[in-house]
């Protein structure tokens, strides 16, 4: 991986950072473990931040202030809707924190977050939870390289000699 290389379109970029929202309270960090790994130009994280990244080299730390149109959206304001605890399969274990996609009224797919679990209901919302929540990454670059045909194909990457076992 060269030192030489900027982050731009179709390249694997790896990276580690510290999550924060506007109180200063840690949301997610990958300072305990692994960098993050995501192909860049493809959606794999939040605009604002991939926006803030393009251009940087290995070794470069910055902070990126992402807004919320930028980030995970605007709060909707619907907020959480009842849900029946019969629409979702028997034995099925439901929590909160979990997502998955449901078909909306028009058929298009959804994406659904579960806020709360009683015993007769389960409570989902549209939003994602960051939704509304301006975010700020520490970042810092530890390598950037070329996506592999398999990646660009594939939408992200696959490991750190670019292969995968799909």
């Not at 080299?57 to 619907?78: C, I, K, R």
């Not at 099925?92 to 994406?111: I, K, N, Q, S």
């Not at 670059?141 to 995968?164: F, K, M, S, W």
């Amino acid at each position: 991986m060269s030192s030489e290389a900027t982050v731009s379109d179709d390249k694997i970029v790896v990276f580690h950072y510290t999550l924060t929202n506007d109180a200063g309270e840690v949301l997610d960090t990958s300072r305990d473990g692994e960098p993050m790994p995501y192909l860049h130009g493809h959606d794999n994280i939040v605009s604002g931040l991939e926006r803030g990244l393009l251009g940087r080299g290995v070794g470069d730390a910055l902070t990126v202030v992402v807004p919320p149109e930028e980030g995970y959206g605007v709060a909707s304001g619907a907020g959480p809707q009842p849900v029946p605890r019969s629409a979702f399969p028997e034995g099925m274990a439901v929590e909160p924190g979990m997502h998955f996609g449901a078909e909306g009224p028009d058929g298009e797919t959804m994406m659904l977050w579960v806020t709360e679990v009683g015993d007769d209901e389960v409570w989902v919302d549209t939003d994602h939870p960051l939704a509304g929540v301006t975010l700020t990454f520490e970042v810092e670059i530890v390598a950037i390289r070329d996506a592999t045909p398999d990646e660009l194909t594939h939408g992200h990457p696959h490991g750190p000699d670019g292969h995968h076992g799909h």
